[in-house]
Nanobody
C-alpha cells in the first residue's frame, strides 16, 4: 500500500531554516506529482507547494514569496520542503500528499494519499 512518511518537523526560530522530508513507498514515485499542505490551529488545511513528476515545474502559494522550496529526488522516492525565513504565523502541521493528476493541483481533493503531518512550530 502507498505510504508517505514525513520527517524533519520541530521547532525553528523565525528567520531560520528547516527542511521537511517525505519518503514514499508502495508506488512508482516518479509517476506522480506531489504537494505540500499545512493546517494551522483553528484553520482549514491550505496549499503550500506542488512539484511535477520530473521536478522541473513547481508552484507555490503566493504568500511564500520565494522563501520555501519544494524539490524531489526520484531515486530516493522523497520529496522535500525547504523552509527559509519562516514566520510565526506559519506554525502548522505540514502534510505531503500524492497528486491524482499529472500536473498536481492546488486543490486538496485532488490528492489521494497523505502523510501523517509533522508539527512545525516557528518561534518569534
Amino acid at each position: 500500500q502507498v505510504q508517505l512518511v514525513e520527517s524533519g518537523g520541530g521547532l525553528v526560530q523565525a528567520g531560520g531554516s528547516l527542511r521537511l522530508s517525505c519518503a514514499a513507498s508502495g508506488l512508482t514515485f516518479s509517476d506522480y506529482a506531489m504537494g505540500w499542505f499545512r493546517q494551522a490551529p483553528g484553520k482549514e488545511r491550505e496549499f503550500v507547494a506542488r512539484i511535477t513528476r520530473s521536478g522541473v515545474n513547481t508552484d507555490y502559494t503566493d504568500s511564500l514569496k520565494g522563501r520555501f522550496t519544494i524539490s524531489r529526488d526520484n531515486a530516493m522516492n522523497t520529496v522535500y520542503l525547504r523552509m527559509n525565513s519562516p514566520k510565526p504565523e506559519e506554525t502548522a502541521v505540514y502534510y505531503c500528499a500524492r497528486a491524482k493528476y499529472v500536473l498536481g493541483s492546488r486543490r486538496e481533493y485532488e490528492y489521494d494519499y497523505w502523510g501523517q503531518g509533522p508539527q512545525v512550530t516557528v518561534s518569534s
